[in-house]
């Protein structure tokens, strides 16, 4: 009875040591929030190289906003969506998998690599042989393999009388990734080539040349420049420890370590990951942050998606209503062009294109204009269609606003036309100036959002801890 006392007592004094190390900051909607964490966001956001550099103070509020999002994302469940889930999955594993693998588990795979290496080259060792070869098509007439066979027993007459095999590689191989080095290959082992080309290099010793043979590729002649055995582990250790990199070997080794330790738990490899993070996020504060940073920002985006960014650019009775309310907003100073500077080889084409638009919204001209002009193989007119103030296109200038400028001609196009009409005071609807009314909209819908998630959403800060922030040890 006393131990069992003694025990609860420690667990007591170890849950009072941790909240004092790490007390709660906030409660948002009844969940709590760690200094840690707000700690982690706000230098995180707060570096030196930032422009806006936020008081822990202003930051509070940005960081409240933040996680009211997320409150309402959990709220609708997005946390549970298949798609949110895998994503989320797959990051987390990206941050735990390099502690799958050690320095001594890599050592040993670079091990096993040259001792399977070693075996399979094997008493025959290694060999750097240069060739001559006369490339023959597989099917290559009699007649072209007897002209192959008496040029390659011409070159290896040369050969015989002291020409330099290097040179005459460089001149007649058709091998032209070694010709160029004058017909050395690189270093190679059994088993890596044509079983003809490695029977008759492996009979010769260095500076020994074989006859003119045949392979399925072609006649070769083969000189032996060096032979040997592999070297000793720790002078291709580099070699095989750059190899495992650059092949993904590394991970191979975290797949068939996740898969070892998973089959011993007897549970699936998603759930044994699942348990190797919450495991190491218990005793790392930084990488419990940083994992609870990528799921909050998935949930966030995935919110404020479907609340403010996609529903404000898909919602046109919405964007016009705002535009109404605001048009004064958007209102500008000198007049805008609102049309098309277009170039025709024809002077029929010029009304024609007029024609062809007149009666349409300015948002089915270039559809109308393609299907008309352009819709074949011949290209009839050049347009340039928007709205246009001074200085933005030099026919417009020149045109409509009657500004003293030449407008470069095109070629083939000669004939230069303008339509459309003045606007004075600003934009006629909200698709003229569509980026700025949706950057606006969304905004506006983004702080209606706010408001209602604060009043909807209880929180509470604890000041006295929020006085703390990067003030304690």
């Not at 192959?148 to 058709?174: E, H, M, N």
């Amino acid at each position: 009875m006393k131990r069992t006392s003694l025990f609860a007592a420690l667990l007591m004094i170890c849950g009072v040591a941790n909240a004092q190390q790490d007390p709660v900051i906030m409660t948002i909607n009844g969940t709590p929030v760690l200094r840690s964490e707000f700690e982690y966001s706000y230098n995180k956001n707060n570096t030196e190289g930032v422009i806006d550099k936020k008081s822990v103070e202003e930051y509070v509020e940005l960081f409240i906003n933040y996680k009211l999002k997320v409150a309402a994302a959990i709220d609708a469940q997005l946390d549970t969506l298949p798609s949110f889930k895998k994503e989320f999955a797959q990051y987390r594993d990206q941050q735990i998998r390099p502690t799958l693998i050690t320095d001594d588990d890599v050592e040993q795979e670079a091990i096993k690599i040259y001792e399977d290496t070693k075996a399979s080259i094997g008493e025959r060792g290694l060999i750097k042989p240069a060739h001559i070869f006369l490339q023959v098509m597989q099917q290559a007439s009699q007649d072209e393999i007897e002209k192959a066979k008496v040029r390659i027993d011409s070159i290896y007459g040369a050969l015989k009388g002291g020409a330099d095999f290097g040179l005459l590689a460089k001149q007649l191989s058709q091998d032209a990734g070694t010709a160029r080095n004058g017909g050395v290959l690189p270093w190679i082992g059994p088993n890596q080539t044509l079983k003809e080309f490695e029977d008759k290099a492996y009979a010769l010793q260095p500076g020994e040349m074989s006859e003119p043979f045949l392979s399925p590729a072609g006649y070769h002649i083969v000189l032996m420049k060096e032979r040997k055995q592999l070297e000793p582990y720790d002078s291709l250790r580099a070699n095989i420890m750059r190899f495992i990199e650059q092949r993904g070997i590394r991970e191979r080794i975290i797949d068939k370590k996740i898969d070892t330790l998973a089959n011993a738990a007897a549970i699936s490899k998603s759930d044994f990951m699942e348990r190797r993070a919450d495991s190491l996020q218990a005793g790392d504060n930084e990488l419990k942050n940083l994992i609870q940073e990528y799921h909050d920002g998935l949930l966030l985006y995935e919110i404020s998606n479907r609340t403010v960014w996609d529903k404000a650019a898909k919602d046109e009775a919405g964007l016009a209503a705002f535009f109404k309310k605001n048009k004064k907003k958007y209102a500008w100073d000198e007049p805008r062009f609102k049309g098309m500077a277009y170039h025709v080889k024809v002077e029929s084409d010029v009304k024609a294109v007029k024609d062809c638009v007149k009666k349409l919204k300015f948002n089915e001209w270039a559809d109308a204009l393609r299907k008309t002009f352009n819709n074949d193989s011949i290209i009839r007119i050049r347009v340039e269609k928007g709205l246009f103030k001074k200085g933005d296109n030099a026919l417009v200038d020149h045109d409509v606003f009657k500004v003293d400028t030449t407008a470069t001609p095109l070629k083939d196009y000669p004939i230069d036309a303008t339509y459309g009409k003045i606007l004075k005071k600003g934009p006629e609807d909200y698709t003229d100036v569509k980026g700025l009314v949706t950057a606006d909209y969304q905004e506006a819908l983004e702080k209606e959002w706010v408001a209602e998630l604060r009043r909807k959403y209880a929180v509470e800060v604890k000041s006295d801890v929020l006085m703390t922030v990067n003030k304690h040890n």
